[in-house]
Protein backbone atom coordinates (compact mmCIF):
# COMPACT_ATOMS: atom_id res chain seq x y z
CA UNK A 1 0.00 0.00 0.00
CA UNK A 2 1.22 3.52 -1.07
CA UNK A 3 2.10 5.47 1.77
CA UNK A 4 1.49 9.39 2.60
CA UNK A 5 5.08 10.23 3.44
CA UNK A 6 6.61 8.80 0.00
CA UNK A 7 3.97 10.95 -2.40
CA UNK A 8 6.24 14.18 -4.14
CA UNK A 9 4.47 16.44 -5.62
CA UNK A 10 6.71 19.85 -6.26
CA UNK A 11 3.36 21.70 -7.31
CA UNK A 12 1.22 20.56 -4.81
CA UNK A 13 1.40 24.73 -3.01
CA UNK A 14 0.14 25.82 -6.53
CA UNK A 15 -2.61 22.75 -6.79
CA UNK A 16 -3.87 23.25 -3.14
CA UNK A 17 -4.26 26.92 -2.89
CA UNK A 18 -4.84 28.97 0.33
CA UNK A 19 -7.38 30.78 -1.11
CA UNK A 20 -9.75 33.14 2.04
CA UNK A 21 -11.39 35.16 -0.42
CA UNK A 22 -12.47 32.35 -2.50
CA UNK A 23 -14.63 30.67 -0.26
CA UNK A 24 -17.39 33.28 1.30
CA UNK A 25 -20.75 33.25 3.24
CA UNK A 26 -19.78 30.61 5.61
CA UNK A 27 -22.26 29.26 8.67
CA UNK A 28 -21.50 26.83 10.90
CA UNK A 29 -23.24 23.30 10.33
CA UNK A 30 -21.64 20.78 12.91
CA UNK A 31 -19.30 20.75 15.82
CA UNK A 32 -16.63 18.25 17.01
CA UNK A 33 -13.74 17.50 19.65
CA UNK A 34 -11.37 18.42 17.12
CA UNK A 35 -12.89 20.60 14.41
CA UNK A 36 -15.86 22.66 13.59
CA UNK A 37 -17.86 22.38 10.27
CA UNK A 38 -18.98 24.97 7.53
CA UNK A 39 -20.88 25.48 4.79
CA UNK A 40 -19.47 27.93 2.33
CA UNK A 41 -20.03 29.44 -1.35
CA UNK A 42 -16.71 29.03 -3.42
CA UNK A 43 -17.33 31.96 -5.85
CA UNK A 44 -14.65 30.36 -8.57
CA UNK A 45 -16.80 27.64 -8.82
CA UNK A 46 -20.24 28.92 -7.84
CA UNK A 47 -21.17 25.96 -5.65
CA UNK A 48 -21.49 25.30 -1.71
CA UNK A 49 -18.99 23.00 -0.07
CA UNK A 50 -18.30 22.05 3.33
CA UNK A 51 -15.15 23.25 5.08
CA UNK A 52 -13.71 21.07 8.60
CA UNK A 53 -11.64 23.67 10.20
CA UNK A 54 -9.32 22.34 12.98
CA UNK A 55 -9.80 23.56 16.00
CA UNK A 56 -5.90 23.61 16.92
CA UNK A 57 -4.49 26.58 15.17
CA UNK A 58 -1.72 24.45 12.83
CA UNK A 59 -0.46 27.50 10.57
CA UNK A 60 3.05 27.81 12.17
CA UNK A 61 3.25 24.04 12.00
CA UNK A 62 4.89 23.72 8.62
CA UNK A 63 5.59 20.32 8.61
CA UNK A 64 2.40 19.40 9.88
CA UNK A 65 0.68 21.37 6.63
CA UNK A 66 2.58 19.76 4.69
CA UNK A 67 2.28 16.34 6.22
CA UNK A 68 -1.77 17.10 5.72
CA UNK A 69 -1.38 18.70 2.39
CA UNK A 70 0.17 15.49 1.13
CA UNK A 71 -2.58 13.58 2.89
CA UNK A 72 -4.78 15.74 1.26
CA UNK A 73 -3.39 15.08 -2.49
CA UNK A 74 -3.61 11.17 -1.85
CA UNK A 75 -7.22 11.61 -0.96
CA UNK A 76 -8.27 13.72 -3.70
CA UNK A 77 -7.21 10.32 -5.66
CA UNK A 78 -10.34 8.40 -4.08
CA UNK A 79 -13.20 8.04 -6.00
CA UNK A 80 -15.65 6.08 -4.35
CA UNK A 81 -19.46 6.29 -3.41
CA UNK A 82 -19.06 6.05 0.08
CA UNK A 83 -16.06 8.18 0.39
CA UNK A 84 -16.90 11.63 0.49
CA UNK A 85 -14.59 13.97 -2.34
CA UNK A 86 -11.75 15.56 -0.86
CA UNK A 87 -10.96 19.09 -3.13
CA UNK A 88 -8.49 21.24 -0.72
CA UNK A 89 -6.68 22.38 2.02
CA UNK A 90 -7.84 25.85 3.46
CA UNK A 91 -4.88 27.50 4.63
CA UNK A 92 -6.61 31.13 5.72
CA UNK A 93 -7.11 33.48 8.13
CA UNK A 94 -10.04 31.20 9.92
CA UNK A 95 -7.15 28.43 10.26
CA UNK A 96 -6.53 25.09 8.51
CA UNK A 97 -8.74 22.67 7.48
CA UNK A 98 -10.31 20.63 4.56
CA UNK A 99 -12.34 21.69 1.74
CA UNK A 100 -14.74 18.58 1.09
CA UNK A 101 -18.40 18.04 -1.17
CA UNK A 102 -21.80 19.30 1.80
CA UNK A 103 -23.51 16.61 2.23
CA UNK A 104 -26.85 16.90 3.88
CA UNK A 105 -27.98 14.45 6.79
CA UNK A 106 -26.46 13.33 9.53
CA UNK A 107 -23.97 11.23 11.43
CA UNK A 108 -24.02 7.10 12.28
CA UNK A 109 -23.29 7.89 15.71
CA UNK A 110 -26.63 10.18 15.76
CA UNK A 111 -28.75 7.24 14.13
CA UNK A 112 -27.38 5.09 16.44
CA UNK A 113 -28.54 6.86 19.12
CA UNK A 114 -31.97 7.74 17.42
CA UNK A 115 -32.67 3.63 16.53
CA UNK A 116 -31.79 1.96 19.88
CA UNK A 117 -34.21 -0.91 20.22
CA UNK A 118 -34.47 -1.81 16.44
CA UNK A 119 -31.66 -3.52 15.96
CA UNK A 120 -33.68 -7.11 14.73
CA UNK A 121 -35.93 -4.78 12.62
CA UNK A 122 -33.17 -2.87 10.98
CA UNK A 123 -30.34 -5.65 11.13
CA UNK A 124 -30.21 -6.48 7.48
CA UNK A 125 -29.94 -2.54 6.90
CA UNK A 126 -26.67 -2.42 9.54
CA UNK A 127 -24.82 -5.51 7.84
CA UNK A 128 -25.46 -3.55 4.35
CA UNK A 129 -24.12 -0.76 5.85
CA UNK A 130 -20.98 -3.16 7.44
CA UNK A 131 -20.54 -4.26 3.91
CA UNK A 132 -20.80 -0.64 2.10
CA UNK A 133 -17.91 0.43 4.82
CA UNK A 134 -16.12 -2.48 3.43
CA UNK A 135 -16.03 -1.71 -0.40
CA UNK A 136 -14.93 1.43 0.41
CA UNK A 137 -12.38 1.03 2.59
CA UNK A 138 -11.06 -1.85 -0.19
CA UNK A 139 -10.78 1.21 -2.34
CA UNK A 140 -9.09 3.76 0.21
CA UNK A 141 -6.64 1.30 0.98
CA UNK A 142 -5.09 1.22 -2.07
CA UNK A 143 -3.58 4.39 -1.24
CA UNK A 144 -4.54 5.57 2.14
CA UNK A 145 -5.43 4.38 5.94
CA UNK A 146 -7.93 7.05 7.58
CA UNK A 147 -6.69 6.10 11.23
CA UNK A 148 -9.56 7.45 13.00
CA UNK A 149 -12.88 5.41 11.69
CA UNK A 150 -15.64 5.72 13.99
CA UNK A 151 -19.72 6.73 13.50
CA UNK A 152 -18.88 10.04 13.82
CA UNK A 153 -17.15 9.59 10.89
CA UNK A 154 -19.54 7.85 8.74
CA UNK A 155 -22.18 10.84 7.47
CA UNK A 156 -25.52 9.53 5.98
CA UNK A 157 -26.97 10.69 2.98
CA UNK A 158 -30.47 12.35 4.21
CA UNK A 159 -30.32 10.30 7.27
CA UNK A 160 -30.34 6.96 5.49
CA UNK A 161 -28.30 3.82 6.62
CA UNK A 162 -27.65 2.73 3.21
CA UNK A 163 -26.00 5.52 1.51
CA UNK A 164 -23.28 6.22 3.96
CA UNK A 165 -20.15 8.55 3.49
CA UNK A 166 -16.89 7.99 5.08
CA UNK A 167 -15.69 11.76 6.23
CA UNK A 168 -12.28 12.73 6.99
CA UNK A 169 -9.78 10.81 5.07
CA UNK A 170 -6.74 13.26 4.58
CA UNK A 171 -7.25 14.84 8.16
CA UNK A 172 -5.24 11.65 9.93
CA UNK A 173 -1.12 12.31 9.39
CA UNK A 174 1.26 9.60 9.70
CA UNK A 175 3.58 11.76 11.80
CA UNK A 176 4.28 11.97 15.31
CA UNK A 177 2.78 15.46 15.54
CA UNK A 178 -0.49 14.30 13.80
CA UNK A 179 0.13 11.09 15.87
CA UNK A 180 -0.20 12.90 18.87
CA UNK A 181 -2.84 14.98 17.63
CA UNK A 182 -5.13 11.48 16.75
CA UNK A 183 -5.19 10.75 20.34
CA UNK A 184 -6.29 13.55 21.99
CA UNK A 185 -8.87 14.73 19.36
CA UNK A 186 -10.09 11.00 18.14
CA UNK A 187 -12.20 8.46 20.05
CA UNK A 188 -10.01 6.15 21.81
CA UNK A 189 -13.14 3.55 22.09
CA UNK A 190 -12.62 2.86 18.18
CA UNK A 191 -9.12 3.14 18.29
CA UNK A 192 -6.56 -0.11 17.65
CA UNK A 193 -3.93 -1.15 19.90
CA UNK A 194 -1.16 -0.38 17.77
CA UNK A 195 -2.14 2.99 17.67
CA UNK A 196 -2.16 3.80 21.22
CA UNK A 197 1.41 1.92 21.56
CA UNK A 198 2.93 4.19 18.59
CA UNK A 199 3.99 0.72 17.29
CA UNK A 200 5.93 1.12 13.60
CA UNK A 201 4.45 0.53 10.67
CA UNK A 202 0.37 1.41 11.19
CA UNK A 203 -1.19 -0.03 8.35
CA UNK A 204 -5.13 -0.58 7.27
CA UNK A 205 -5.71 -3.22 9.62
CA UNK A 206 -5.77 -0.54 12.45
CA UNK A 207 -8.68 0.94 9.97
CA UNK A 208 -9.93 -2.96 10.23
CA UNK A 209 -9.87 -2.81 13.87
CA UNK A 210 -11.56 -0.34 14.22
CA UNK A 211 -14.01 -1.18 11.54
CA UNK A 212 -14.50 -4.63 14.01
CA UNK A 213 -15.82 -2.42 16.69
CA UNK A 214 -18.19 -0.52 14.71
CA UNK A 215 -19.65 -3.42 13.95
CA UNK A 216 -20.32 -4.96 16.70
CA UNK A 217 -21.37 -1.68 18.00
CA UNK A 218 -24.12 -2.11 14.88
CA UNK A 219 -24.86 -5.47 15.84
CA UNK A 220 -25.25 -4.76 19.88
CA UNK A 221 -27.67 -2.17 19.50
CA UNK A 222 -24.88 0.09 20.83
CA UNK A 223 -22.89 -2.15 23.27
CA UNK A 224 -18.92 -1.68 22.96
CA UNK A 225 -16.76 -5.22 23.67
CA UNK A 226 -14.39 -5.25 26.84
CA UNK A 227 -11.93 -5.36 24.40
CA UNK A 228 -12.06 -1.84 23.36
CA UNK A 229 -9.52 0.71 25.18
CA UNK A 230 -12.41 2.93 25.36
CA UNK A 231 -10.85 3.99 28.68
CA UNK A 232 -7.29 4.10 27.75
CA UNK A 233 -7.30 7.80 28.25
CA UNK A 234 -8.22 7.46 31.75
CA UNK A 235 -6.01 4.45 32.88
CA UNK A 236 -2.73 4.81 30.19
CA UNK A 237 -2.92 1.23 29.94
CA UNK A 238 -4.46 -1.30 27.23
CA UNK A 239 -7.36 -3.10 28.51
CA UNK A 240 -7.14 -6.86 30.28
CA UNK A 241 -10.02 -9.28 29.57
CA UNK A 242 -10.93 -12.72 28.46
CA UNK A 243 -11.20 -12.60 24.71
CA UNK A 244 -13.11 -16.31 25.53
CA UNK A 245 -15.52 -14.48 27.60
CA UNK A 246 -16.18 -11.40 25.06
CA UNK A 247 -19.81 -11.95 23.98
CA UNK A 248 -20.55 -12.63 20.46
CA UNK A 249 -23.16 -10.39 18.65
CA UNK A 250 -25.55 -13.11 18.67
CA UNK A 251 -26.02 -13.00 22.29
CA UNK A 252 -27.97 -9.72 21.47
CA UNK A 253 -29.83 -11.21 18.51
CA UNK A 254 -31.04 -14.49 17.67
CA UNK A 255 -30.94 -13.19 14.23
CA UNK A 256 -26.88 -12.68 13.52
CA UNK A 257 -25.30 -15.96 12.29
CA UNK A 258 -21.95 -17.84 14.18
CA UNK A 259 -19.89 -17.08 11.09
CA UNK A 260 -20.95 -13.34 11.01
CA UNK A 261 -19.96 -13.50 15.24
CA UNK A 262 -16.22 -15.03 13.82
CA UNK A 263 -16.07 -11.96 11.55
CA UNK A 264 -16.66 -9.37 13.74
CA UNK A 265 -14.27 -11.35 16.36
CA UNK A 266 -12.03 -11.39 14.40
CA UNK A 267 -11.94 -7.90 13.11
CA UNK A 268 -11.37 -7.07 17.27
CA UNK A 269 -8.29 -9.15 17.82
CA UNK A 270 -5.45 -7.16 19.28
CA UNK A 271 -2.81 -9.19 17.85
CA UNK A 272 -3.00 -7.41 14.22
CA UNK A 273 -1.56 -10.20 12.17
CA UNK A 274 -4.79 -12.17 13.82
CA UNK A 275 -7.10 -9.83 12.20
CA UNK A 276 -8.07 -10.48 8.20
CA UNK A 277 -6.15 -9.56 5.70
CA UNK A 278 -8.11 -6.87 3.59
CA UNK A 279 -10.97 -5.29 3.60
CA UNK A 280 -12.04 -7.27 0.31
CA UNK A 281 -11.55 -10.27 2.25
CA UNK A 282 -14.18 -9.14 4.85
CA UNK A 283 -16.74 -7.88 2.21
CA UNK A 284 -16.12 -11.45 0.78
CA UNK A 285 -17.14 -13.23 3.97
CA UNK A 286 -19.96 -10.88 4.30
CA UNK A 287 -21.33 -11.73 0.91
CA UNK A 288 -21.47 -15.58 1.78
CA UNK A 289 -23.29 -15.27 4.87
CA UNK A 290 -26.39 -17.49 5.37
CA UNK A 291 -28.97 -15.10 7.38
CA UNK A 292 -31.07 -16.95 9.45
CA UNK A 293 -34.95 -16.65 8.97
CA UNK A 294 -35.39 -13.99 11.78
CA UNK A 295 -33.11 -11.71 9.67
CA UNK A 296 -36.19 -11.34 6.99
CA UNK A 297 -39.19 -9.12 7.62
CA UNK A 298 -41.85 -11.85 8.62
CA UNK A 299 -45.01 -11.85 6.64
CA UNK A 300 -48.64 -12.21 8.41
CA UNK A 301 -49.23 -15.36 7.88
CA UNK A 302 -45.93 -16.42 9.49
CA UNK A 303 -46.67 -14.69 12.74
CA UNK A 304 -47.40 -18.13 14.52
CA UNK A 305 -46.47 -18.11 17.90
CA UNK A 306 -44.91 -21.26 18.84
CA UNK A 307 -45.70 -22.81 21.66
CA UNK A 308 -44.22 -24.66 24.67
CA UNK A 309 -46.47 -27.50 26.81
CA UNK A 310 -46.34 -27.67 30.65
CA UNK A 311 -47.22 -31.41 31.31
CA UNK A 312 -49.60 -31.98 34.45
CA UNK A 313 -48.27 -32.16 37.75
CA UNK A 314 -46.85 -30.76 41.32
CA UNK A 315 -44.82 -28.06 40.66
CA UNK A 316 -43.28 -25.50 43.71
CA UNK A 317 -44.36 -21.80 43.17
CA UNK A 318 -43.58 -18.58 45.32
CA UNK A 319 -40.01 -17.59 46.95
CA UNK A 320 -37.97 -18.87 49.54
CA UNK A 321 -34.82 -17.20 48.88
CA UNK A 322 -35.22 -13.64 50.73
CA UNK A 323 -38.13 -12.34 48.14
CA UNK A 324 -40.78 -9.82 49.34
CA UNK A 325 -43.83 -10.84 51.64
CA UNK A 326 -45.86 -10.58 48.64
CA UNK A 327 -43.88 -13.27 46.72
CA UNK A 328 -44.05 -15.63 49.69
CA UNK A 329 -44.45 -17.98 50.88
CA UNK A 330 -43.38 -20.46 48.63
CA UNK A 331 -46.14 -23.54 48.00
CA UNK A 332 -46.52 -26.81 46.20
CA UNK A 333 -49.74 -26.56 44.01
CA UNK A 334 -51.16 -28.65 41.19
CA UNK A 335 -51.60 -27.69 37.04
CA UNK A 336 -53.42 -29.33 34.25
CA UNK A 337 -51.56 -30.05 31.47
CA UNK A 338 -51.11 -26.36 29.29
CA UNK A 339 -49.35 -24.66 26.78
CA UNK A 340 -48.32 -21.28 26.10
CA UNK A 341 -46.48 -18.68 23.84
CA UNK A 342 -42.75 -18.89 24.01
CA UNK A 343 -42.81 -15.37 23.24
CA UNK A 344 -45.21 -12.15 23.70
CA UNK A 345 -47.59 -11.24 21.05
CA UNK A 346 -45.93 -8.62 18.97
CA UNK A 347 -47.30 -5.92 16.93
CA UNK A 348 -47.35 -8.11 13.61
CA UNK A 349 -49.71 -10.44 15.58
CA UNK A 350 -51.85 -8.08 17.01
CA UNK A 351 -52.34 -6.14 13.72
CA UNK A 352 -53.29 -9.57 12.04
CA UNK A 353 -55.97 -9.12 15.04
CA UNK A 354 -56.69 -5.61 14.05
CA UNK A 355 -57.45 -6.26 10.54
CA UNK A 356 -59.45 -9.13 11.11
CA UNK A 357 -61.88 -7.78 14.01
CA UNK A 358 -61.80 -4.22 13.39
CA UNK A 359 -60.49 -4.12 16.98
CA UNK A 360 -58.77 -0.44 17.95
CA UNK A 361 -55.40 -0.41 17.31
CA UNK A 362 -52.91 0.66 19.76
CA UNK A 363 -51.83 4.25 20.44
CA UNK A 364 -48.53 3.46 19.75
CA UNK A 365 -48.94 1.09 16.99
CA UNK A 366 -47.06 3.71 14.38
CA UNK A 367 -44.38 4.25 16.50
CA UNK A 368 -40.87 3.88 14.35
CA UNK A 369 -39.76 1.79 18.15
CA UNK A 370 -42.67 0.73 19.80
CA UNK A 371 -44.71 -0.42 17.32
CA UNK A 372 -42.31 -2.14 14.77
CA UNK A 373 -44.10 -5.50 14.15
CA UNK A 374 -41.23 -7.71 16.14
CA UNK A 375 -41.18 -6.09 19.02
CA UNK A 376 -44.09 -6.84 21.65
CA UNK A 377 -47.54 -5.09 21.14
CA UNK A 378 -48.02 -2.67 23.83
CA UNK A 379 -50.36 0.00 25.09
CA UNK A 380 -53.10 -2.73 25.60
CA UNK A 381 -55.61 -3.15 28.74
CA UNK A 382 -55.63 -6.36 30.38
CA UNK A 383 -59.86 -5.90 28.44
CA UNK A 384 -57.53 -5.99 25.08
CA UNK A 385 -55.15 -8.55 25.59
CA UNK A 386 -57.83 -10.96 26.84
CA UNK A 387 -59.93 -10.30 23.08
CA UNK A 388 -56.77 -11.07 21.55
CA UNK A 389 -56.63 -14.19 23.01
CA UNK A 390 -60.15 -15.33 22.74
CA UNK A 391 -59.67 -14.44 18.77
CA UNK A 392 -56.65 -16.69 18.54
CA UNK A 393 -58.38 -19.45 20.43
CA UNK A 394 -56.56 -19.17 23.90
CA UNK A 395 -56.55 -17.05 27.26
CA UNK A 396 -54.23 -15.58 29.56
CA UNK A 397 -51.88 -17.67 31.63
CA UNK A 398 -52.92 -17.61 35.41
CA UNK A 399 -49.92 -15.74 37.20
CA UNK A 400 -49.04 -19.29 38.64
CA UNK A 401 -49.41 -21.12 35.48
CA UNK A 402 -47.14 -18.78 33.93
CA UNK A 403 -44.51 -18.39 36.82
CA UNK A 404 -44.62 -22.28 36.64
CA UNK A 405 -43.73 -22.14 32.41
CA UNK A 406 -41.53 -19.32 33.35
CA UNK A 407 -39.29 -21.60 35.38
CA UNK A 408 -39.45 -24.26 32.79
CA UNK A 409 -41.07 -26.60 35.70
CA UNK A 410 -37.98 -26.31 37.55
CA UNK A 411 -38.08 -24.97 41.42
CA UNK A 412 -34.60 -23.79 41.56
CA UNK A 413 -34.82 -21.84 38.77
CA UNK A 414 -34.86 -18.00 40.36
CA UNK A 415 -34.60 -16.47 36.90
CA UNK A 416 -35.41 -17.97 33.89
CA UNK A 417 -32.12 -19.47 33.03
CA UNK A 418 -31.34 -20.55 36.33
CA UNK A 419 -29.90 -19.05 39.92
CA UNK A 420 -27.39 -16.03 38.73
CA UNK A 421 -28.49 -12.65 38.31
CA UNK A 422 -29.09 -11.64 34.91
CA UNK A 423 -26.16 -10.24 32.27
CA UNK A 424 -27.30 -7.64 29.85
CA UNK A 425 -26.93 -10.27 27.18
CA UNK A 426 -29.62 -11.77 29.06
CA UNK A 427 -32.61 -9.55 29.12
CA UNK A 428 -34.12 -6.17 28.67
CA UNK A 429 -34.05 -4.73 31.94
CA UNK A 430 -33.19 -1.83 34.16
CA UNK A 431 -33.26 0.67 31.68
CA UNK A 432 -30.19 -0.75 29.90
CA UNK A 433 -32.51 -0.30 26.32
CA UNK A 434 -34.77 2.73 27.38
CA UNK A 435 -37.16 1.15 25.50
CA UNK A 436 -39.05 -2.27 24.27
CA UNK A 437 -36.49 -4.59 21.61
CA UNK A 438 -37.94 -7.27 19.03
CA UNK A 439 -38.75 -10.74 20.98
CA UNK A 440 -35.91 -13.02 21.48
CA UNK A 441 -33.64 -10.70 20.89
CA UNK A 442 -31.74 -12.12 24.03
CA UNK A 443 -31.81 -15.66 23.40
CA UNK A 444 -28.94 -16.24 26.00
CA UNK A 445 -32.05 -15.37 28.19
CA UNK A 446 -34.16 -18.16 27.31
CA UNK A 447 -35.44 -20.56 29.71
CA UNK A 448 -34.78 -24.75 28.91
CA UNK A 449 -38.45 -24.46 26.97
CA UNK A 450 -37.14 -22.13 24.70
CA UNK A 451 -39.49 -19.55 26.18
CA UNK A 452 -38.46 -15.82 25.59
CA UNK A 453 -38.92 -12.50 27.15
CA UNK A 454 -39.82 -14.24 30.85
CA UNK A 455 -37.39 -11.90 32.15
CA UNK A 456 -37.75 -7.93 30.87
CA UNK A 457 -38.68 -6.35 27.72
CA UNK A 458 -42.69 -6.04 29.37
CA UNK A 459 -44.33 -6.71 31.76
CA UNK A 460 -47.03 -9.22 30.58
CA UNK A 461 -51.36 -9.52 31.64
CA UNK A 462 -52.63 -12.50 33.72
CA UNK A 463 -55.70 -13.30 34.21
CA UNK A 464 -55.96 -13.27 37.45
CA UNK A 465 -57.56 -10.29 39.37
CA UNK A 466 -54.45 -9.32 41.81
CA UNK A 467 -54.06 -10.45 45.47
CA UNK A 468 -51.41 -9.29 47.42
CA UNK A 469 -51.87 -12.19 49.45
CA UNK A 470 -52.81 -15.00 46.61
CA UNK A 471 -49.68 -17.35 47.88
CA UNK A 472 -50.75 -17.56 51.71
CA UNK A 473 -54.08 -17.85 51.32
CA UNK A 474 -54.59 -20.96 48.74
CA UNK A 475 -54.46 -23.99 50.03
CA UNK A 476 -51.16 -26.58 49.41
CA UNK A 477 -52.05 -28.98 46.86
CA UNK A 478 -54.78 -26.86 45.54
CA UNK A 479 -55.47 -27.62 42.16
CA UNK A 480 -55.36 -25.09 39.52
CA UNK A 481 -54.96 -22.53 41.50
CA UNK A 482 -56.25 -18.48 41.01
CA UNK A 483 -57.27 -15.40 42.69
CA UNK A 484 -60.65 -14.72 43.92
CA UNK A 485 -60.18 -11.76 44.80
CA UNK A 486 -62.42 -8.77 44.10
CA UNK A 487 -60.30 -6.30 42.49
CA UNK A 488 -60.05 -3.60 39.55
CA UNK A 489 -56.43 -4.78 39.54
CA UNK A 490 -55.08 -7.55 37.33
CA UNK A 491 -51.80 -9.55 37.58
CA UNK A 492 -48.78 -8.71 36.07
CA UNK A 493 -45.60 -10.86 35.75
CA UNK A 494 -42.05 -10.75 34.30
CA UNK A 495 -40.99 -7.09 34.68
CA UNK A 496 -40.11 -4.41 32.05
CA UNK A 497 -37.17 -2.70 29.86
CA UNK A 498 -37.29 0.05 33.11
CA UNK A 499 -38.23 -2.72 35.95
CA UNK A 500 -35.31 -2.53 38.92
CA UNK A 501 -33.31 -5.61 38.37
CA UNK A 502 -35.35 -7.18 41.60
CA UNK A 503 -38.19 -7.41 39.26
CA UNK A 504 -36.04 -9.67 37.14
CA UNK A 505 -37.02 -12.60 39.62
CA UNK A 506 -39.44 -15.00 38.45
CA UNK A 507 -41.36 -15.23 41.31
CA UNK A 508 -41.76 -11.19 41.40
CA UNK A 509 -45.26 -10.10 41.46
CA UNK A 510 -47.36 -6.64 40.74
CA UNK A 511 -50.56 -5.59 40.22
CA UNK A 512 -52.27 -3.28 37.83
CA UNK A 513 -55.76 -1.55 37.10
CA UNK A 514 -57.64 -3.26 34.13
CA UNK A 515 -57.84 -0.53 32.00
CA UNK A 516 -54.36 1.02 32.45
CA UNK A 517 -52.40 0.91 28.80
CA UNK A 518 -48.92 1.50 29.18
CA UNK A 519 -45.87 1.36 27.44
CA UNK A 520 -44.11 -1.37 29.02
CA UNK A 521 -46.92 -3.54 29.60
CA UNK A 522 -47.87 -6.66 27.14
CA UNK A 523 -48.95 -10.03 26.95
CA UNK A 524 -48.51 -13.96 25.96
CA UNK A 525 -51.40 -16.40 25.41
CA UNK A 526 -51.57 -19.43 26.78
CA UNK A 527 -53.93 -22.50 25.64
CA UNK A 528 -55.60 -25.90 27.08
CA UNK A 529 -54.59 -28.99 26.50
Same mark, same amino acid.
Given at each position: ????????????????????????????????????????????????????????????????????????????????????????????????????????????????????????????????????????????????????????????????????????????????????????????????????????????????????????????????????????? #?? %??????? =???????? !? +??? @? $???????????????????????????????????????????????????????????????? #?? %??????? =???????? !? +??? @? $????????????????????????????????????????????????????????????????????????????????????? @???????????????????????????????????????????????????????????????????????????????????????????????????????
Amino acid at each position: MAQASVIHEPDSRAELRSASKRFVDWSPVGKGGSSDVYKVFDAELGIALAIKILKQDHRADRRYIESLRREVLISRQLRHTNICPIHDLYEGDRGVGIVMDLIEGHDLKQWLLENRGTLLDSLSKRVALFGKLCSALTVAHSLIIHRDLKPANIFLRRGDIGDPVIMDFGLSTPDNAATALQLEGGTPKYMAPEQFLRLPDIDHRADLYALGILAYELLTDGHIPACSLKDVH #KT %GVLPQFD =PLALPAPS !A +FCA @A $IPPELDRLVLSLIEHDRDRRPASAAEIKAVLDQVVLLDPFRPLQPAQHQSKLAVIESGAYLVGD #KN %GGRSVDQ =PQKKIRLG !A +FRI @A $ISPVTNAEYRRFVAATGYKAPLLGDHPQFGSDLHPVVMVSWDDACAYAKWAGGRLPTELEWEVAAKAGNPQNIYPWGPNAPQITQ @ANIDNVCSATTPVGSYRTGNNSLGMTDCCGNVWEWCSDSWDDSLLKVIPADCLNPRSSARSELRALRGGSFDSPLVASRITFRRGLEASVKRADVGFRVAYDM
